[in-house]
């Protein structure tokens, strides 16, 4: 009966240690609004513009930061922009931008 209750106890540990380490994602049915804004000047050739960021919050996505000018973190980067991305019925997921190679 030990051995019984020890196994168990040491399955219900795993079980629960890998239900805190799952990613859950959160999927909006009605995009957030964009609040508008003016695209300054560009400051130099090498400055690429990056839109706008969502985070996942309580309530479904806020707006993290507006659009502003980078440079690359590498020469030869492109930016690959944020985007919503359709998931299933679920509704749509923030893909976060990112940069990569060209």
């Known amino acids: 009966m030990k051995k019984y209750l020890f196994k168990l106890f040491v399955l219900s540990a795993i079980l629960v240690s890998i239900s805190f380490s799952v990613s859950a994602q959160v999927y909006v049915r009605v995009r957030p609004v964009v609040p508008v804004m003016e695209r300054p000047p560009r400051p130099s050739p090498v400055h690429v513009w990056i839109n706008e960021e969502w985070e996942p919050n309580a309530n479904g996505h806020e707006y993290s930061y507006r659009g502003h000018w980078e440079t690359p973190p590498h020469p030869g980067y492109i930016r690959r922009p944020g985007h919503w991305r359709r998931h299933g019925r679920d509704g749509q997921e923030w893909v976060?931008?990112?940069?990569?190679?060209?």
């Open 96 to 102: 976060p931008g990112s940069w990569r190679r060209r």
